[in-house]
């Protein structure tokens, strides 16, 4: 399979990967987060880790097991962490703590390294103690302003690990322990990045009912408060008052957010009787269908109020598309704005963007070829591997320069 | 027997340092306390993502000091500072300290940037990794050149020196060895952060096909 990787970012990449991958050929890695599918995190994990095996590593990946009121929990943490102001009991935290307890003493395996992603399962790192083996915890989400309280009670949590490794330099904390820059990657070769047959991107708008004559402005998301499809809807409204257009909004829901089912019935009762907007609540595994709604667009759209990094934002552009997105999370990473992308604040803006796009296509033209150029550079599997396999090499070796 | 030249390349991990900077007084403190290799990392960077073309501002307090602060008379200072005269990155450190505490002392009042636009101090370790390309004569010298990736140029020319403390680039030092010593002071020479990475590596393709012609 990594072979297949070589003809996009070179031979000389693959073979690094390699002879760093020997280095690790007697460590043992577990991998844990608290969902097998849907988000990024499960996304990105379910490409790394056969990839790794291939390379010689002993990786494993498990997924912690919890209630709904777990997850209830661990979607407030989420939201304070994003900074919206809620409160969170000591009867909750109690309980998320208890879940992590339970959760430690049926899923560590005996490993080197424990690789831990998100808030979900970061009590696990009690155990350290016990196993004196190393731990990181990677944070996955948008950083920059945690609500105080929520953030006290992780940061003594964190400073437990080894390491701690975030998307973007924005998310970074004063913390005791080392804070490592790892921004998130796309599969060029998965099915919701791999080029596509037109006549299936055609077959994918029949069945959704979607006209390939006129232009297709889409946002592909979990339906969620923070990636802010009403917001969505508001901006299509202001073009369309001047513009023929269709709005397609799609994703799937994660089996750890329990809210995304009351925002779906919410976008579902706004848009009730304008037939040029598709709400397609896709199942789990509609990868293909994302991949073809995404070639099949104009514009396409990620109006996060918050956001970790936003990988929707990379697969747009590597498809060579013209994106319009908010400056918030790790966007401003993939997007410089006018350049390989439009950056927007608020919902007038992201309107006025999508009218001059439609207006001028060589512009979007223009800003596409940039965009899919910066996420071959930057933003592909393999770097993200590449940063990876040297995290693990830096907690062995902690000299500013290490000879391999 | 000579020794050939092995060609090395690194990968760079960036570390986030947790220290920011809202005006020219913080970006002061920050470099003052910050591991050296952070300000190696902040003046070195724009070298590597900017291969083809010279970015206004070379160096990362520069371009803060520009577009976040909008103070370009000091940004410029900043960015003119000879890099190449300094064989020690803490003398490079002290030299900008010298110029942001000059900058405060005839400074009335202190201009912070928008939220969301501190400086944000990072730092990077390096990991050095062997790569197919040995040299055993100056002919297999020239050809290497060619083909060796960006990364492994750079590592040679720019973190020999600075960063691995050696008296010289590596590529001088072996020439020296070889004998090439008129070579060698000609690479020495060089200005290597007045040119862009490519620029660079065309210069000294040139250099060394020019000695090949005149040893023949």
């Known amino acids: 399979m990594l072979d297949k990787y070589k003809e996009i970012v070179g031979e000389e990449v693959i073979e690094e990967l390699y002879l760093i991958a020997k280095k690790l050929k007697d460590i043992t890695i577990q991998n844990i987060n608290s969902t097998s599918f849907g988000g990024g995190v499960a996304e990105i994990l379910s490409r790394v880790v056969p990839l790794m095996r291939e390379l010689g590593l002993n990786v494993f990946w498990d997924v912690i097991k919890a209630d709904n009121r777990f997850f209830k929990i661990t979607k407030k943490i989420h939201n304070a962490l994003h900074g919206v102001d809620l409160k969170i009991s000591k009867e909750e935290l109690d309980y998320f703590h208890q879940i992590n307890l339970e959760n430690a003493n049926n899923i560590l395996r005996k490993s080197d390294i424990v690789f831990v992603h998100d808030p979900q399962p970061i009590y696990l790192v009690e155990k ?208 410089a704005h006018k350049y390989s992308g439009i950056l927007t604040y608020t919902i007038e803006g992201t309107a006025y963007w999508i009218k001059q796009l439609l207006h001028e296509p060589d512009y979007a033209r223009r800003l596409a070829i940039n965009g899919r150029r910066h996420i071959q550079n930057n933003f592909l599997i393999t770097r993200h591997i590449q940063d990876y396999l040297l995290l693990f090499l830096s907690l062995y070796n902690p000299q500013d320069i290490v000879y391999l | 027997m000579k020794e050939p030249f092995y060609f090395n390349t690194r990968i760079t991990q960036v570390e986030l340092l947790g220290r920011v900077a809202r005006n020219v007084k913080e970006l002061l403190e920050g470099i003052k306390r910050v591991p050296s290799s952070s300000i190696y990392h902040h003046t070195h960077k724009y070298l590597e993502q900017h291969r083809f073309f010279s970015p206004e ?142 620029g660079l590596r065309r210069k000294l393709i040139r250099l060394v096909e020019e000695e090949i012609k005149n040893v023949r």
């Not at chain 1, 979990?222 to 369309?240: E, T």
């Not at chain 1, 909004?249 to 579902?268: M, N, R, T, Y």
């Not at chain 1, 896709?282 to 293909?288: E, K, R, V």
């Open chain 2, 57 to 198: 501002h070379p160096n990362d307090f520069s371009y803060w000091i520009n577009t976040s602060l909008g103070l370009k008379k000091l940004a410029e200072k900043i960015a003119s500072v000879d890099i190449i005269q300094f064989s020690d990155i803490e003398d490079l450190r002290a030299k900008f300290i010298q110029i942001l505490e000059d900058y405060l002392k005839d400074s009335f009042f202190l201009r912070n940037c928008i939220p969301s636009e501190e400086f944000r101090f990072l730092s990077s370790k390096i990991f050095v990794l062997p790569t197919p390309f040995v040299a055993h004569n100056l002919e297999e010298f020239g050809e290497a050149l060619k083909r060796v990736t960006a990364h492994s140029f750079y590592f040679h020319m720019f973190e020999a020196r600075l960063r691995l403390k050696k008296p010289d680039n590596d590529f001088s030092c072996w020439l020296r060895d070889q004998g090439y010593v008129r070579l060698a002071e000609k690479v020495s020479q060089l200005d290597p952060y007045t040119y862009t990475l490519e």
């Open chain 1, 128 to 335: 350290k103690k016990k196993l004196k083996n190393k731990w990181i915890w990677r944070c996955h989400i948008d950083f920059s302003s945690p609500k105080r309280d929520i953030w006290k009670f992780l940061k003594k949590i964190i400073e437990r690990y080894d390491l701690s490794v975030f998307s973007a330099p924005s998310f970074a904390q004063s913390l005791k322990v080392r804070q490592v820059l790892i921004p998130p990657s796309i599969d060029p070769l998965s099915d919701k990045n791999k080029p596509l047959d037109p006549a299936y991107i055609e077959e994918v708008l029949r069945r959704f009912g979607i006209d390939k004559n006129r232009p297709i402005i889409t946002q592909i998301s979990r339906f969620d408060y923070l990636k802010d499809p009403l917001g969505v809807i508001k901006a299509y409204r202001l073009v369309k008052r001047y513009l023929d257009c269709q709005l397609v909004l799609a994703g799937g829901g994660a089996a750890d957010d329990p809210e995304g089912a009351k925002v779906l019935e919410e976008v579902k009762n706004e848009v009730a009787s304008d037939k040029d907007i598709f709400v397609l609540h896709l199942p789990a595994g509609s990868n293909l269908e994302i991949n073809a709604l995404q070639r099949a667009s104009t514009i396409i759209l990620q109006k996060s109020l918050r956001e970790g990094f936003g990988l929707t934002v990379a697969e747009a552009l590597w498809k060579e598309k013209p994106v319009i997105a908010s400056s918030v999370g790790g966007i401003p990473l993939q997007i």
